[in-house]
């Protein structure tokens, strides 16, 4: 059963931090590229940032610089800390899991920021 389980969502002042993580299972992760999505109300899920199976990492434009995505294969875990967090970091984030054809979402973790 495929299984992927995010934590670390939680409510922080603008300039603040946070660390998602996820933790994933059923799956051959060292395959799969993982990636962190995010969505706001009334929009789809945007691509924050990815890692390949070769670590290869890439970021959206508004987080270049301030996030950062790692990927602990003897874990199966892939997080992406969160630095300098303004208001509109605000949304549910989402950890996905991708190797074609195969696509594997977690249930999503609240990320608030606001003063």
């Known amino acids: 059963q495929v299984q992927l389980v995010e934590s670390g969502g939680d409510w922080v002042q603008p300039g603040g931090s946070l660390r998602l993580s996820c933790l994933a299972s059923?799956?051959?992760?060292?395959?799969?590229?993982m990636c962190w999505y995010r969505q706001t109300p009334g929009n789809p899920p945007a691509l924050v940032a990815t890692?390949?199976?070769?670590?290869?990492?890439t970021y959206a434009d508004s987080v270049r610089g301030r996030f950062t995505i790692a990927r602990d294969t003897a874990k199966n875990a892939v997080y992406l800390q969160m630095n300098n967090l303004t208001p509109e970091d605000t949304a549910v984030y989402y950890c996905?899991?991708?190797?074609?054809?195969?696509?594997?979402w977690g249930q999503g973790t609240q990320v608030t920021v606001s003063s």
């Open positions: 996905n899991g991708f190797r074609s054809p195969n696509t594997y």
């Open positions: 059923g799956f051959d992760f060292a395959l799969y590229t």
């Open positions: 890692s390949t199976s070769y670590k290869t990492t």
